[in-house]
Each structure stands twice: as structure tokens, then as C-alpha cells.
């Protein structure tokens, strides 16, 4: 089974992906992953992206299309994939489907995470990490037992990341509603969209997921 998987950051989408590919054995393709390991292996393509990106050009929809198809050559049928953070735009949705009717592939679901905005702010604002052994926790949600202390490692030392505030927050919801506005008509037209509230419980939105693939998917044509 092919899926995308949409959610803004912090929505727990790569929690999610990783269950699915622990527990279906499905592949998680994500562009930006794809994109940075081929720039740190200095590969042919990994210096054109690095050249595109330092210049702020954006990449070229037609180059990440055939870069996704190699990888999509690698895979064995048998598995399910996950699209992570692709597509973004009508055209990419396009060459998607090209790809994969190339393939002998069919997308099966569109699933979103939805969120309350403010719920994860407060969500994300209120994170941190031991400096010693990365144990995560959150100032209401998780608190260490003893104030200041890890509960893991018992060291005193804590992090939290620079970009974990309000503002910083609210600007990437923006931008992730701006990137998913012009796919989601697209799929909700096949009667591939189905939405997953993301505040939910981990192991919950992991029961809902998995519901919505067992199930007969809606329509399996990329015929409106």
C-alpha cells in the first residue's frame, strides 16, 4: 500500500512513519532526507542540490521526480510506500502519479494529521531534552520526577532546541497549510484524503492509521 503522509511539524508525523515502517515493513521516502544524503555523499546529484539550494533556487520539479524514481526502482512491489514531504504542488501530484503508474504502483490514501494550532504550540514550546542522554520531556506533559533532575541518567543538565518557540511555530504551520493547500483538492476529489487528529494519543493516531489502512481504499484510480 502507497500512502502520503501529511502533518505540520511537530504533529508527530515522523513517529507515525516510523511505526509504519516497523510494523508493515513500508518505506519511508522523504525529499529533504534523500536530498541531504546525497549532498553529504557528494554524488553527482547531491552537488547540483547543493549548488541549487545555496543559491535559494528552488529544486526542479522534473529532477526530484526522476531522483524519486530511482529510488522507487530499488523497492520491491511487495512493499508499501511512504511520501514524506512530496508532493507539495499540483505539478509534483502530477509527476507522482506518473511515476508510479510507470511502476505498476497505485496511491491508496492520503493521510493528513490534523491539529489545533494553539494546542501545538503548547505542545512544542514546552519541550526538553537532558544534555547527557537525550531523554526528551515537556514542562506540563512530561515534567522530570525530581525538579532538574533526569530521570534516566540523573544528570542536571537540560536543552531545549532554538526554534521551539511561539513565533518560529506559528510561522511553520503557515507555510505547511501554504504547501498542502493546492495537493489536498486534488486528492480529496479521488476520495483518497482521510484526516487522523494528530492531538490524539500516539498510540491512538498509530490505531487510526492503521484502521484506515485496513480498510478497501475509496478509489483506486487516479481518475477524479
Given at each position: 500500500?502507497?500512502?502520503?503522509?501529511?502533518?505540520?511539524?511537530?504533529?508527530?508525523?515522523?513517529?507515525?512513519?516510523?511505526?509504519?515502517?516497523?510494523?508493515?515493513?513500508?518505506?519511508?521516502?522523504?525529499?529533504?532526507?534523500?536530498?541531504?544524503?546525497?549532498?553529504?555523499?557528494?554524488?553527482?546529484?547531491?552537488?547540483?542540490?547543493?549548488?541549487?539550494?545555496?543559491?535559494?533556487?528552488?529544486?526542479?520539479?522534473?529532477?526530484?521526480?526522476?531522483?524519486?524514481?530511482?529510488?522507487?526502482?530499488?523497492?520491491?512491489?511487495?512493499?508499501?510506500?511512504?511520501?514524506?514531504?512530496?508532493?507539495?504542488?499540483?505539478?509534483?501530484?502530477?509527476?507522482?502519479?506518473?511515476?508510479?503508474?510507470?511502476?505498476?504502483?497505485?496511491?491508496?490514501?492520503?493521510?493528513?494529521?490534523v491539529v489545533d494550532e494553539d494546542a501545538l504550540v503548547d505542545r512544542i514550546t514546552g519541550r526538553f531534552t537532558c544534555a547527557q542522554c537525550g531523554e526528551g520531556y515537556h514542562d506540563r506533559?512530561?515534567?522530570?520526577?525530581?525538579?532538574?533532575?533526569?530521570?534516566?541518567?540523573?544528570?542536571?543538565?537540560?536543552?531545549?532546541?532554538?526554534?521551539?518557540?511561539?513565533?518560529?511555530?506559528?510561522?511553520?504551520?503557515?507555510?505547511?497549510?501554504?504547501?498542502?493547500?493546492?495537493?489536498?483538492?486534488?486528492?480529496?476529489?479521488?476520495?483518497?484524503?482521510?484526516?487522523?487528529?494528530?492531538?490524539?494519543?500516539?498510540?491512538?493516531?498509530?490505531?487510526?492509521?492503521?484502521?484506515?489502512?485496513?480498510?478497501?481504499?475509496?478509489?483506486?484510480?487516479?481518475?477524479?
Open positions: 500500500m502507497n500512502i502520503i503522509l501529511l502533518g505540520p511539524p511537530g504533529a508527530g508525523k515522523g513517529t507515525q512513519a516510523s511505526r509504519l515502517v516497523e510494523s508493515r515493513g513500508m518505506v519511508q521516502l522523504s525529499t529533504g532526507d534523500i536530498l541531504r544524503a546525497a549532498v553529504k555523499a557528494g554524488t553527482e546529484v547531491g552537488t547540483l542540490a547543493d549548488e541549487i539550494m545555496k543559491a535559494g533556487k528552488l529544486f526542479p520539479d522534473e529532477l526530484m521526480a526522476e531522483i524519486l524514481g530511482e529510488h522507487l526502482d530499488g523497492i520491491p512491489l511487495s512493499k508499501g510506500v511512504i511520501f514524506d514531504g512530496y508532493p507539495r504542488t499540483a505539478r509534483q501530484a502530477e509527476l507522482l502519479d506518473g511515476l508510479l503508474d510507470a511502476r505498476g504502483r497505485t496511491l491508496h490514501h492520503v493521510i493528513e494529521l506533559f512530561k515534567p522530570t520526577k525530581a525538579e532538574g533532575v533526569c530521570d534516566k541518567c540523573g544528570a542536571t543538565e537540560f536543552k531545549r532546541r532554538p526554534d521551539d518557540n511561539e513565533e518560529t511555530v506559528r510561522t511553520r504551520m503557515a507555510e505547511y497549510r501554504a504547501k498542502t493547500a493546492p495537493i489536498l483538492p486534488i486528492y480529496a476529489a479521488r476520495g483518497l484524503v482521510k484526516d487522523v487528529d494528530g492531538m490524539a494519543d500516539m498510540d491512538e493516531v498509530s490505531a487510526a492509521i492503521a484502521g484506515i489502512l485496513d480498510q478497501a481504499p475509496a478509489r483506486l484510480s487516479k481518475q477524479a
